[in-house]
């Protein structure tokens, strides 16, 4: 993004990635529960004692880090250790953000909240045995998320540059209450609750040919997508814009 960042673009951003998400959500209800991916050594791949979900994740990102992924400031990877830098020459991607912000980066917290949260609520039990297409999926997901989670980020800019006396005040004071108070927006929060929750009805929709079924199905319940997004997306984006200001003037 360039640097005619406004609040208009930022929100449109937030609105695209909510398809993405809900998407995301859809495929992984494609299989079951399939609790041995999530299970520490069950895979026994040798050198490595995590999950399977683990391994698919932390071997992703390392061939994406290779190739540049991480240098722009929208992307942050699960497992930051070890990452190897980019092969490629640089992307010149546009650094709007503070560089402070880079420090940023809650996808331990993301990773829980998915796994110990969000996939119980949605994932129907049983084992289809499709472990490594399941994985992908939970991959998807938690790169959807974590991708919108710190957008908060630019939301935080973005809202600092429209108000930098306002904000200035409450940063120099490092006052958390105070900054998450500033920016919260109710009705926008409200509006982004009913949007997934349709988008969720909309996109998980099953499509019959016969006008007869009465009972619309979905793939994913739209309640859930709801409350995802009321009871861990919003609160943790807004997580991040507080830490992204109280390093702002740094
Ligand atoms: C994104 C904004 O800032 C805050 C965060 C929101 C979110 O995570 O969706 C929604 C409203 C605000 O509380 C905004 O004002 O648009």
Redo the contacts with the bound molecule.
């Keep these: 993004m360039a640097d005619g960042l406004t ?1 208009e673009c ?2 449109e951003s ?1 609105i695209r990635q909510e398809d993405t998400i809900v998407f995301s959500l859809i495929e992984r209800s494609n299989y079951p529960m399939n609790s041995p991916v999530y299970v520490e050594g069950f895979a026994d791949i040798p050198g490595f004692t995590g999950s399977l979900v683990e391994y698919v994740v932390r071997k992703t990102q390392a061939v994406h880090s290779t190739v540049g992924r991480y240098e722009s400031q929208e992307e942050h990877p699960f497992f930051p250790d070890n990452l190897l830098p980019s092969l490629l020459p640089s992307y010149n991607h546009p650094k709007v953000l503070h560089p402070a912000g880079d420090a940023i980066n809650i996808n331990t917290t993301i990773w829980d909240m998915y796994f110990n949260q969000l996939l119980p609520l949605f994932a129907t039990e049983g084992d289809d045995s499709n472990y490594a297409q399941t994985a992908a999926c939970d991959l998807e997901c938690l790169q959807a998320l974590s991708r ?1 989670i710190h957008y ?1 980020k630019y ?1 935080a800019e973005v ?1 600092f540059k429209d108000s930098p006396d306002d904000y200035g005040t409450l940063i120099r004071a490092q006052d958390r209450d105070a900054l998450m108070k500033l ?4 009705a ?2 409200e509006m ?1 609750k009913r949007r997934v929750e349709k988008k969720a009805m909309a996109f998980g929709q099953e499509v019959t040919l016969n006008g007869t079924d009465k009972e619309v199905k979905y793939k994913v319940d739209p309640f859930v997508v709801s409350r995802l ?1 009321e009871e861990w ?3 943790l ?2 997580l991040v ?1 507080v830490e992204y200001l109280l390093r702002r003037l740094d």
């Excluded at 920016?183 to 109710?186: G, K, N």
């Design positions: 609040l930022v929100r937030l919108r908060g939301v809202k920016l919260t927006c109710e926008i929060e982004v997004y997306v919003m609160p984006t807004k814009e």
